[in-house]
């Protein structure tokens, strides 16, 4: 026994030495995360985008955009979707990965602005910068920036499309509407939502406007995950239930895909093309647009939006502070994130050609 | 006998399952080194572990519960749907009903352990095929969760988010590492050279073949080396940052679930009723407990694993538990269950879960998107256990004994010398 | 004989698994319209040698060659084989539940009219192959509700459909009772006249004595001899020595009772069926047993013997209605199977693969089941003492096994049996209940079974054995209980027992008057 003892002891300590030796030494990220970010970083550097499951146009775009313009200004990028069914796990993963990977800046697209606050965390202590695109991270003092559409105003502007588009097909009301929210874990919905109530609660409460289902609370309208399944199953039951007779005059849908999905859901069922609002200016939707079922979407040109979020990440490279337009309004339950706003555009058939002649995809679509 | 059949049959047990779990530690190893190559470093550094731990710790604490359940003979297929109820209810808990965290956690272990008496009650005394019950579980929760949360995010106060984010706390003296992690380690490589002594002290009390000396010393080395590499990896992460407290957590699990399905009573009458489950009841096992139990139990584990996501995630989300039940469950047939049940060890779909991960961390550091991830997630779930069934209709499997198959020939006549354990170890390069 | 012409030549055959080589240079030579029996020990190669006739095994895996109606077979599957009038009917029955009887005579094969099945064809069939097996049921009837002989029929008939040339029959008679068995035996003597071969595995040696032409025995996958059995006269004992190598002197170990007190006692066992409740399987049976005594249960398949075991073993079986049950003075209730093995009761299943063994197990995990918290200090089980536990039964058994750690799987059915008794001698019973605790065992194997059973009486405990071989019973009960249609109809001193009194009384509901 006591020679398997003197044994064992000299060879668990060999392979504790060994494993010692193989490790380096101490304590790494202890200079890192009190790094000086008013320096600037290498102009090579890592950027992360990490952005949501691919399920609009608009983020694959998004990305594209990102790839190349991130490369083109000298930067590694290393630009992610988060996956179709385990979202929010995928996004956390691949933030830590980014930050694992020493990226400098970290802009996300969150899937769920409230579960990320540890990653942000993380990247943060890391000496990452985290930018906020489009959606903002909630209830964490570690985002850096926030970069999106003025969405208040994205509400506002489908709000009064949807009254101007009715007025031009009858002049008199009262019109009968139904209304449509994005999914309740996007911070953004409810702000979509709040700027078109904005416009049409007035209308509404004149009883000019009347939401002939009853269904105005927020969590009716909601559909989860922005699914187009989701709207769609739920406009043929408001069909089925409010307008056997009634005639439906408008839907306010808060972007393309759920007001394509809305607009199926009407012809299945056969009954006339209402006016239907939308966001995204997606391919379908602008022909839908061109062709006069889709009344409205709203131009919130990726490019720009993408281009405003590298020359963030340019000002940090260069040891700048990036440029913003807004210090008050957005506080995500821990601190006021300084943001740029970008205006949009509402499109209808109307000024279609004029609003996409800068787009190569769309510009062909209008004419 | 030769010096490699001696390794193969005494390094990691004998038997089939052990041959199979040791393939299994192999591939791990594998992966992890490729990954090691291929990321410049990245996949062992400190920062990395812990994040890999953290982030698969609860998906891991599944694969526990799951094993129990598949090797009971049934599935589980609402634990994903659970974990989100039980996180919603929680995070509710504390944020509108102000309860302390402490007492949020026991009152998710006791949503967990309700729902898992429901479930159990319908499998085990009504004789609804758990599949069947646990799928109606799965739409019952998932929408009792979107029901409960209104689809809505809601944050976790911050002492709760300990158990899914926390770290040890830093004491003592400033070693260049967390002493808290060191101890751990110590206190690890201790346990594992006095269960190999009490180990040979039972071989010897069965009156069994002695594992050779070298091999008990060989094995004691690598499993103290790899102890302490991890040990002081997980120590010598950014100042505040140890082992993560989910991933003790999960150890304490992972000992605590080892030993009782491996060595009471309890346990093994769970893999006698998968086995033959009308066997087991003429041998007077009480079929319908058992299988309550294995359920009931499922859905407390799922209730925990909820509960230190949402406290990593900071809060609870209405997408929590979304294919978890998949993850879950993929981790215990890598890790060598049978579909039929009756097959299976805990250390095994630890292992086969850790694949997974390491996987998929591999990957995302390489920046390889989702969608080639699942892809390839796919390929491996299916591969290994085409290769396990391929083994078996072969009769014998042995990874090592196929990877030494080139040697064996030259290696026919084994050396003349005396199985002097002093001697042994150095000879061990050489012929191994 | 050798002038009828040869149907079938297997010759040379040899075919090794990794590490064992099961047969080896094995010979056979079966002439057309004769009943060829194949005898040996289990393990001995019997079914595999017909898994390589029937192309289970295909072409390419073994060495040798199949020459079959003169010419060279090379079957690659079961298909080519049954093409070539090959069939062969396994122990275990392939048939679906289910589905009706002409259903599974034509399955894989049924008679098609532009593509849809032509049922009324079918059943035309069916009804004519019925009758050539001498079944006399509704085609449409389904298997479930018909029992075991008239089941083994209708794989016959299949056979038929099949336009079988050579028949081949694994154990046919094994899970039939004897009426059921001298049926199938007739029915083979009618193949047989019509020029159909038949080749025949049974570990019935009295059935093979009476029914074949020619025998031929292996041992350790090789060929020992061929008998044919009108030149050679031969007879059960010539059987026995070529299977096992040696004379057996006695089937039967000599054994002296030692018969003390009453001490187990069941009065007016009353149990209904567990699905249809107006069916009474226990009908008021009342019955004793001694320390020290082995106490046998005949009856005929379907009796009722199984279902008066298993009700009182903790009520595993059916619904309980009446009854008491005395256990050394006391009334004793066992209400489950936990409450029995606790008051000293032991049941031995007669299907050890689906009740009485976990397969996935090993032989000492096998052999502590029953009983785990002898080995275990709260609820810690003690790997050692398991270890010596299983180790000394092994010994004890004399079972057949490299180690403890070998899994039951691999056991021959004799040595799986022995796994089976050491996890009920484990349990410590007081009495123990032996249901046909040597089906599908070969001779050797039962001899050494019998003393085991034995040597338990002589330990003082009593010994219940059902059992559907006479002989069997007469050879080792002390005293013998008949029962019919669910109640015990005579009880026989074992100096009165013998096959014809036994058969009488387990076939007629008159109760003999007792002693």
Redesign the interface.
């Known amino acids: 026994m006591r020679k398997f003892f003197g044994t064992s002891v000299v060879a668990v300590s060999a392979a504790a030495m060994l494993a010692l030796a193989g490790c380096g030494s101490g304590r790494d990220g202890d200079s890192s995360s009190s790094g000086d970010a008013a320096k600037g970083f290498a102009a090579n550097s890592l950027i992360g985008v990490a952005l949501p499951a691919k399920t609009s146009e608009n983020w694959v775009l998004a990305g594209d955009l990102f790839s190349n313009g991130l490369k083109e200004a000298g930067f590694q990028a290393d630009v992610q979707y988060a996956g179709a069914s385990t979202t929010v796990a995928d996004q956390q993963a691949q933030i830590t990965a980014m930050t694992t990977k020493g990226a400098k800046v970290i802009v996300i697209g969150a899937t769920d602005a409230a579960q990320l606050a540890t990653q942000v965390a993380a990247a943060h202590a890391a000496g990452a910068k985290v930018i906020a695109y489009d959606r903002l991270i909630t209830n964490t003092p570690d985002l850096d920036y926030y970069v999106a559409f003025d969405n208040f105003k994205v509400g506002q502007l489908q709000g009064q499309a949807l009254l101007d588009g009715m007025k031009a097909k009858k002049p008199n009301g009262p019109y009968n509407i139904e209304l449509f929210s994005g999914s309740p874990d996007d911070n953004n919905a409810g702000v979509f939502f709040n700027g078109a109530m904005d416009v049409l609660k007035p209308e509404i409460d004149k009883g000019n406007v009347v939401v002939a289902s009853g269904q105005k609370d927020v969590k009716q309208t909601a559909i989860q995950g922005w699914k187009a399944e989701g709207a769609q199953a739920r406009m043929d039951q408001l069909l089925t239930s409010t307008y056997g007779s009634k005639e439906l005059d408008g839907v306010l849908s808060p972007n393309d895909t759920l007001a394509r999905a809305i607009l199926t859901s009407v012809k299945g069922a056969g009954k006339p093309v209402p006016v239907v609002t939308g966001q995204d200016s997606e391919v379908e939707s602008v022909k839908s647009i061109v062709k006069g079922e889709q009344y409205m979407t709203i131009n919130k040109d990726t490019r720009n939006l993408v281009k405003e979020t590298i020359n963030m990440v340019k000002a940090l490279q260069a040891g700048d502070k990036p440029q913003v337009n807004d210090t008050e309004s957005y506080n995500n339950g821990s601190k006021v994130v300084d943001t740029y706003l970008l205006p949009p555009v509402a499109v209808t058939k109307a000024n279609a050609a004029e609003a996409y002649a800068n787009d190569p995809k769309l510009a062909p679509l209008t004419k | 006998m030769s010096r490699i059949k001696d390794l193969q049959k005494n390094l990691f047990g004998?038997?089939t399952s052990n041959a199979r779990q040791f393939g299994m530690i192999f591939t791990l190893v594998a992966i992890v080194l490729i990954f090691q190559i291929w990321t410049n470093g990245?996949t062992l550094?400190?920062?990395?572990l812990i994040?890999l731990f953290q982030?698969n710790s609860y998906i891991l604490i599944l694969a526990i519960g799951m094993l129990m359940v598949i090797v009971a003979g049934h599935i589980d297929l609402s634990v994903g749907s659970v974990a989100a109820f039980t996180g919603i209810l929680v995070a509710k808990s504390m944020t509108e009903w102000d309860l302390p965290w402490p007492a949020a956690i026991v009152f998710g272990l006791a949503i967990g352990a309700v729902i898992g008496a429901w479930q159990g009650f319908w499998v085990a005394y009504v004789g609804v095929p758990a599949f069947i019950v646990t799928l109606a579980g799965m739409l019952l929760f998932r929408g009792g969760n979107?029901f409960i949360g209104?689809?809505?995010?809601?944050?976790v106060p911050e002492g709760f988010?300990e158990i899914?984010?926390g770290f040890l706390p830093e004491f003592g003296p400033n070693t260049?590492?967390?002493n808290a992690t060191l101890l751990l380690g110590l206190a690890a490589?201790v346990a594992v050279?006095w269960r190999?002594?009490q180990a040979?002290k039972?071989r010897r009390?069965?009156?069994?073949d002695p594992v050779p000396?070298w091999i008990?010393?060989?094995r004691?080395?690598?499993m103290?080396?790899?102890i302490?590499?991890a040990a002081?990896?997980f120590?010598?992460?950014?100042?505040g940052t140890s082992f993560p407290i989910s991933g003790i957590i999960l150890v304490a699990l992972v000992i605590a679930y080892s030993f009782y399905t491996r060595?009471?009573?309890?346990g093994?009458?769970i893999?006698?009723v998968g086995?033959?489950s009308?066997?087991?009841?003429?041998?007077?096992?009480?079929l319908k407990r058992v299988n309550f139990f294995v359920m009931m139990n499922m859905s407390v584990l799922a209730a925990l694993a909820g509960m230190i996501?949402v406290a990593?995630?900071?809060?609870s989300?209405?997408?929590?538990g979304?294919?978890?039940e998949l993850?879950a469950i993929a981790a215990v047939f890598i890790g060598g269950a049978?579909v039929a049940g009756?097959?299976g060890t805990i250390s095994g779909s630890i292992v086969g879960g850790l694949v997974m991960a390491v996987l998929?961390?591999g990957l995302?550091?390489q920046?390889v998107?989702?969608?080639k991830?699942?892809i390839i997630k796919g390929l491996v779930l299916l591969l290994a256990v085409a290769i396990d069934v391929y083994n078996k209709s072969?009769?014998?499997f042995s990874i090592i004994g196929s990877l030494m198959r080139p040697f064996r020939r030259d290696d026919s006549v084994p050396p003349a010398s005396p199985p002097d354990?002093?001697r042994e170890?150095a000879k061990a390069a050489v012929s191994g | 004989m050798s002038d009828v012409p040869i149907l079938l030549e297997m010759r040379s055959i040899t075919k090794e698994f990794p590490g064992v080589k099961a047969l080896s240079d094995v010979n056979l030579v079966v002439r057309a319209g004769e009943i060829h029996a194949i005898c040996g020990e289990n393990g001995a190669g019997k079914s595999t040698l017909m898994k390589v006739l029937s192309g289970v095994y295909p072409h390419g895996t073994y060495d040798g060659k199949i020459i079959y109606q003169g010419s060279e077979s090379k079957f690659s599957d079961i298909r080519a084989s049954e093409n070539a009038g090959i069939v062969i009917i396994h122990q275990e029955l392939a048939l679906i539940p289910g589905m009706s009887i002409a259903e599974n005579i034509f399955l894989g094969n049924e008679p098609r009219k532009r593509g849809a099945i032509d049922w009324k064809a079918a059943n035309r069939m069916a009804l004519d192959l019925m009758a050539r097996v001498g079944l006399e049921e509704d085609p449409d009837t389904l298997i479930k509700d018909i029992g075991v002989g008239k089941q083994q029929l209708v794989e016959i008939a299949k056979a038929f459909a099949k336009d079988v040339k050579l028949l081949i029959l694994d154990e046919p008679t094994a899970a039939l009772n004897e009426a059921d068995s001298r049926h199938l035996l007739d029915l083979l003597r009618g193949f047989r006249s019509r020029g159909i071969t038949s080749i025949m595995i049974s570990h019935k040696l009295n059935e093979i004595e009476a029914i074949a032409d020619q025998i031929t025995i292996l041992r350790d996958g090789r060929t020992v001899e061929t008998l044919d059995v009108k030149a050679d006269g031969v007879d059960e004992d010539r059987i026995v020595r070529g299977m096992v190598g040696r004379e057996l002197s006695s089937r039967f170990p000599d054994h002296t009772p030692k018969i003390g007190e009453v001490f187990f006692e069941v009065r007016n066992w009353n149990v209904r069926h567990p699905i249809s409740a107006d069916r009474q399987v226990c009908k008021n049976e009342s019955f004793v047993v001694r320390r020290g005594e082995i106490v046998g249960f005949a009856g005929l398949m379907g009796a009722g013997r199984t279902e008066l075991a298993m009700s009182v073993f903790g009520r595993s079986y059916g619904v309980y209605e009446s009854g008491t049950i005395i256990k050394d003075g006391k009334e004793i209730v066992l209400k489950s199977v936990a409450d029995a093995i606790d008051n000293g009761l032991a049941y031995v299943s007669e299907d050890r693969k689906a009740l009485g063994l976990n397969l996935l197990d090993d032989i000492k995990t096998s052999t502590v089941a029953a009983k785990l918290s002898k080995i275990s200090h709260h609820g810690v089980l003690n790997e050692v003492e398991e270890y010596q536990a299983a180790e000394a039964y092994r010994k004890e058994l004399r079972t057949k096994a490299p180690t403890v750690d070998e899994g039951v799987s691999k056991l021959s059915g004799g040595n799986q049996q022995k796994v089976v008794l050491a996890k009920w001698m484990f349990s410590d019973p007081d009495l123990l209940i032996l249901d046909e605790p040597t089906r599908g065992i070969d001779v050797g194997a039962k001899y050494e079974i019998y003393g085991i059973i034995q040597r338990l009486a002589d330990q003082g405990k009593g010994v219940v054995v059902i059992s559907s071989e006479l002989p069997e019973l007469i050879g080792l009960c002390d005293r013998i209980y008949t029962v019919f249609e669910g109640a015990i109809t005579g009880e026989i001193a074992r100096a009165d027992a013998n096959p014809e009194t036994l058969m009488k009384q387990m076939t007629s509901t008159k109760k003999l008057a007792t002693r």
């Open positions: 004998g038997t990245l550094r400190s920062d990395n994040a982030q979107q209104n689809a809505q995010s809601i944050p988010r899914g984010s260049g590492y967390n490589a050279v190999e002594i040979r039972t009390a069965m009156d069994a000396m008990s010393i060989l004691m080395a690598v103290v080396g790899v302490a590499f002081l990896r120590a010598s992460g950014r100042v060595n009471t009573a309890g093994r009458h893999y006698a086995g033959n009308r066997a087991a009841e003429l041998s007077g096992v009480k996501f990593r995630s900071q809060a989300g209405p997408q929590d979304n294919g978890w993850d049978a009756g097959i998929n961390n995302q550091l920046g998107g989702t969608d991830v699942q072969q009769g014998r354990a002093e170890p």
